[in-house]
């Protein structure tokens, strides 16, 4: 006779809350919604996950790539995975069978999976995260990841601050203050190879209003791949000082507070580095394409940065660098006098703002679409890679911009897209 649905061992998708650097990559490019979370952890759904996997290989730290058996009707509820510091142990064949025993006396029925509210509607989804590559570009250099972190050998490694500069006008503008750094981070002798792309935690002092260690804050690296100062074992980050959360309630951010005070010769405890997918081109024919907002220029800087060195050496070939910039003002713009001063020659440069007085609002999509000719050739152009990044809510605009430049252009955007992904030449890390 067969078992009750209640006695059913399934496999629940967990995620490790040790590794897990809340870069919210898996949140993003989940395509049913199973993903979600709250100010510490992040947790799946295992009434609404169906084991599509697209989450696995974007996850820089491999924290998504976790599953215990469980009996379906006793699978973690979303409370019991936000309130873990670690994974719970997996249970021998001899307690689910124990368990089994349980819920055949006691059956339990579990509930039917929840469509999403625009699916019950019946209205069309456009999933932009489903175009977004996992894979990085085919000339891209191999990435060294999770050298420093809770599971490796070695937990953190120490970096000394060498610099923080202030990159952004003093001022304020509507929505708050506006504050961001460039902060160097020097880390002597000990090895730490990074490539332009990639990102690393950074693990404030201290503990929460729980009592438990900080968890660490995920930044992406502004400096390209030998240093911040050609040569030298350091690197730079683009950070923002958090002074209010997304619905403008004040709050003070733990890290970006923390790394905006810091003090040259101060010193931070760091893991990663992180990714394996958002890397540039080593191509030397290639064009990148680079799209972002406020601190998600960061990876853009050190991808310019490096071919700009290459340029000054005489081993870049040729291939377009554009940059499409946007943000409130040019005054919350970080690097807007640097990036003025590049040659027009070396990179093709739109910004856009959305609350600058007297003018109407621009953001970085209308931008693309007064360029939708020269978009519409590097969506054909197989050396040229596509790279998105900021805030969440960008992404679908962006990715809806460039399939209508295609579709404009008499290109089919299914085409398109998918030779996008599976190329690696379209990059999305927003958050």
């Known amino acids: 006779m067969n078992a009750p649905a209640e006695a059913a061992i399934v496999k629940q998708h967990l995620i490790d809350p040790e590794i897990c650097i809340r870069c919210n990559t898996c949140e993003s490019i989940c395509p049913v919604g199973a993903i979600s979370h709250d100010s510490r952890n992040y947790v799946v759904d295992i009434d609404i996950c169906n084991w599509c996997n697209d989450c696995i290989s974007p996850c820089p730290t491999g924290s998504i790539d976790n599953y215990r058996k469980v009996l379906k009707v006793k699978a973690y509820s979303l409370a019991e995975q936000l309130s873990w510091d670690v994974l719970p142990a997996e249970l021998s064949a001899a307690e689910l069978v124990a368990d089994g025993a349980v819920a055949e006396a006691e059956p339990v029925v579990a509930p039917e999976p929840v469509p999403s509210a625009l699916a019950e509607a019946g209205a069309p989804v456009f999933n932009s995260a489903q175009y977004g590559a996992t894979l990085p570009p085919w000339s891209a250099a191999h990435a060294y990841t999770n050298l420093y972190g809770p599971k490796a050998a070695q937990k953190t490694i120490e970096a000394t601050v060498s610099g923080n500069v202030r990159v952004t006008e003093v001022g304020k503008t509507a929505g708050g203050d506006y504050d961001t750094h460039h902060i160097v981070l020097d880390f002597g002798t000990m090895p730490f190879p990074v490539l332009e792309g990639q990102s690393i935690g950074i693990v404030p002092p201290g503990t929460d209003d729980k009592g438990r260690p900080h968890h660490a804050r995920q930044y992406s ?16 980050l683009t950070i923002k000082r958090v002074l209010e959360d997304h619905q403008g309630q004040p709050v003070r951010g733990v890290a970006s507070n923390y790394m905006c005070d810091l003090k040259v010769g101060d010193k931070v405890q760091v893991i990663g580095p992180f990714g394996s997918s958002f890397l540039m081109p080593n191509h030397p024919r290639s064009s990148i394409v680079m799209i972002c907002t406020g601190t998600g220029s960061a990876p853009m800087r050190a991808m310019t940065e490096w071919r700009r060195r290459l340029r000054a ?115 999305l890390e927003t958050y």
């Open 313 to 427: 050496s005489g081993k870049f070939e040729g291939g377009k660098l554009m940059l499409f910039f946007g943000a409130r003002t040019p005054e919350e713009l970080p690097y807007f006098g640097p990036l003025n001063n590049l040659p027009k020659d070396f990179i093709d440069i739109e910004f856009a703002f959305s609350r600058e007085a007297g003018k109407p609002k621009r953001y970085v999509q209308d931008a693309m679409r007064e360029r939708a000719p020269d978009l519409a050739a590097l969506l054909t152009d197989p050396n040229a890679c596509f790279y998105v990044c900021g805030l969440k809510a960008m992404e679908e605009g962006v990715v809806l911009a460039l399939k209508d430049i295609a579709t404009q252009a008499g290109l089919d955007w299914d085409t398109v897209g998918t030779a996008l992904k599976r190329d690696g030449r379209l990059h």
């Open 221 to 236: 690296i502004a400096s390209p791949r030998n240093g911040e100062r050609p040569g030298y074992n350091n690197l730079s």
